[in-house]
């Protein structure tokens, strides 16, 4: 498996300002993501943080709300801009890893309230 | 991609007894599935896979069943025991292992009554 921490774990932020969601691994992976997961709700995929090159954002997620910085293979950040009441989620990036290659190993969330 | 749903929201068993959580997939090009453990206030863990090459593929305790002609996968616990209690997520893959991006269903909360 991997080891994957993220900060913070969670944060309470006023709408209008940003919050940056740090997520490091413990060894170099080629492949990583980030997850939206609302209240009670399945995992949507936001981007893949491509390292040296601009994320690749899923529909619906664009780079002005979600920017992503991925500067090297075992660190990545996402911050969530100009935050409002629906952007309260957790968030949570993940990376492949396996014996297979495919299997996809998830930190353990950023939990954020937006008031 | 498209939509993997579950048929039952929540399942609650008995300790002890086997638990059986279903996932039904509409995407014929999905060649890779993985479920997912989530208990409450973490992120998901890996429980197991299968491609689609398989029907069948077994971890310690539990038992992963695909059947490509109906789209349907099952993911099996055996003795179910109370630490097992968690929402749990079938994913896929249609990318064909090129670009790893996973689907989610919508869960099931599984409740183990001691």
């Known amino acids: 498996s991997a080891v994957i921490s993220q900060k913070p774990s969670r944060d309470i932020c006023q709408r209008g300002t940003s919050l940056t969601i740090q997520c490091q691994v413990d060894?170099?992976?080629?492949?990583m993501f980030w997850y939206r997961q609302q209240p009670g709700q399945s995992l949507t995929l936001i981007a893949t943080a491509n390292q040296g090159s601009e994320a690749t954002y899923e529909s619906g997620f664009v780079i002005d709300k979600f920017p992503i910085s991925r500067p090297n293979l075992t660190f990545s950040t996402l911050t969530v801009s100009n935050m409002s009441p629906e952007d309260s989620s957790i968030y949570l990036c993940s990376v492949v890893r396996g014996q297979g290659g495919n299997e996809q190993y998830f930190g353990p969330g950023t939990r954020l309230t937006v008031t | 991609g498209e939509s993997v749903g579950l048929h039952l929201p929540t399942l609650s068993v008995q300790e002890g007894d086997n638990s059986i959580i279903n996932c039904a997939y509409s995407?014929?090009?999905?060649?890779?599935f993985i479920w997912y453990k989530q208990e409450s206030g973490k992120g998901p863990q890996f429980i197991i896979d299968i491609r689609s090459n398989m029907d069948k593929r077994q971890g310690q305790r539990v038992t992963v069943l695909l059947n490509k002609t109906v789209k349907h996968l099952s993911l099996q616990i055996a003795a179910t025991q109370p630490g097992d209690s968690a929402v749990y997520f079938c994913?896929?893959?249609?990318?064909?292992?090129?670009?790893?991006?996973?689907?989610f269903g919508k869960g099931t909360l599984l409740t183990v009554n001691p």
């Open positions: 994913a896929e893959d249609d990318s064909g292992g090129s670009n790893y991006k996973l689907t």
């Open positions: 060894s170099q992976v080629t492949m």
């Open positions: 995407n014929s090009a999905s060649d890779y």
